[in-house]
């Protein structure tokens, strides 16, 4: 049974970072797309940044140049580092796991003084 499972949310004041986790079981991995999403209180849900298995990557233009993704291929695990943060990131985030579409629980995070 696959799961993904976040980690790393919470509250962080503005200008400030934070690391999100996710870790995938019950399979490998390391050949699918793996991605971040976030949906904020009445907005859609929108790509934030994914990563191929080979490196490869693509973000919102609203967090580029803040933000990394990368991925151990080893651990099924991707991660978020998110810099420089602003009240319009609070949003609940969602990891994304591509080729079979399944979705994470989510994690919020919140930027608040």
């Known amino acids: 049974q696959v799961q993904l499972v976040e980690s790393g949310g919470g509250l962080v004041q503005p200008g400030g970072s934070l690391r999100l986790s996710c870790a995938a079981s019950?399979?490998?991995?390391?050949?699918?797309?793996m991605g971040w999403y976030r949906q904020a209180p009445g907005k859609q849900r929108e790509l934030v940044a994914e990563?191929?298995?080979?490196?490869?990557?693509k973000y919102a233009d609203s967090v580029k140049g803040r933000f990394t993704i990368s991925r151990d291929n080893a651990k099924n695990t991707v991660y978020l580092q998110m810099n420089s943060l602003k009240p319009d990131d609070t949003a609940v985030y969602y990891c994304?796991?591509?080729?079979?579409?399944?979705w994470g629980k989510g994690t919020l995070v919140t930027v608040s003084s």
């Open positions: 994304h796991l591509g080729g079979i579409d399944y």
């Open positions: 019950g399979g490998i991995f390391s050949g699918y797309i």
């Open positions: 990563i191929t298995s080979s490196g490869i990557t």
